[in-house]
């Protein structure tokens, strides 16, 4: 069955250092990838998107790639920050809509 | 602010009854998604429209549907509730040309909670 996952655990991380997150999929070949931020009780906003002849996307201190032979894209925040605290969501495209990981909640701490 | 707005914020209404939400997409925007999220399923996609007509489905109910009218503004409406369907309920919109999907703007939700 498709499936995506992203780190079920929080990510708690100090300030100032590189937050890495993972979302992998399985029986999906998307054409593109999405990251969105969630902060409680708030809709999701989107990030970035990186196509799949993209290997790289950045923007200020974010970072995705995509591996599309290993099913796998990387999202980072350099720099991070407390005001970074919150859960990130990726999503693809799968049957015509877009699919939502589960999300990883991340806590930067001062 | 994504320019997406959704009515109520809030309601609560007992098991049974009927509601409908609201959601105004953002200008120039011609597809319309709407989601549900629990604390135990994450988003859950249950429909698309596009430009007035249904464009794809999910895993919605048959107690829910939902409708595009010719302003482009969406409603969804929930019937028989149980108390399962408490849930924060999301409208995205998306430019969407052609075929195409392109980035979703969410707006803030309407948290129902049905007793």
């Known amino acids: 069955s498709q499936k995506i996952e992203q780190n079920s655990e929080a990510l708690n991380i100090q300030e100032g250092k590189t937050a890495t997150l993972t979302c992998n999929y399985t029986n999906y070949s998307p054409a593109y990838l999405q990251w969105y931020r969630q902060d409680p009780g708030r809709g999701p906003v989107f990030l970035l998107l990186i196509r799949e002849n993209e290997k790289e996307k950045r923007k200020e201190r974010l970072k995705v790639t995509f591996d599309t032979t290993l099913k796998q894209s990387l999202f980072h925040i350099t720099a991070s920050q407390p005001a970074d605290s919150a859960t990130y969501l990726c999503?693809?495209?799968?049957?015509?809509?877009?699919?939502f990981g589960q999300g990883t909640e991340l806590s930067v701490k001062p | 602010d994504s320019g997406v707005t959704q009515t109520p914020k809030h309601l609560i209404t007992a098991t049974g009854q009927r509601v409908t939400l609201r959601c105004s997409p953002r200008?120039?925007?011609?597809?319309v998604y709407w989601y549900q999220q629990s604390l135990d399923q994450g988003l859950q996609f249950l429909i698309q429209?596009?430009?007035?007509?249904?464009?794809a489905k999910g895993n919605i109910l048959e107690r829910f549907s939902a409708q595009q009218f010719p302003d482009l503004h969406s409603e969804l409406n929930l019937s028989s509730l149980e108390l399962g369907d408490s849930a924060l309920y999301f409208c995205a919109s998306s430019v969407d040309v052609g075929t195409s999907v392109y980035e979703q703007y969410f707006g803030p939700g309407t948290r129902l909670t049905v007793t």
């Open positions: 999503a693809l495209l799968g049957g015509g809509k877009l699919i």
């Open positions: 200008s120039g925007d011609l597809s």
């Open positions: 429209y596009y430009n007035g007509e249904e464009r």
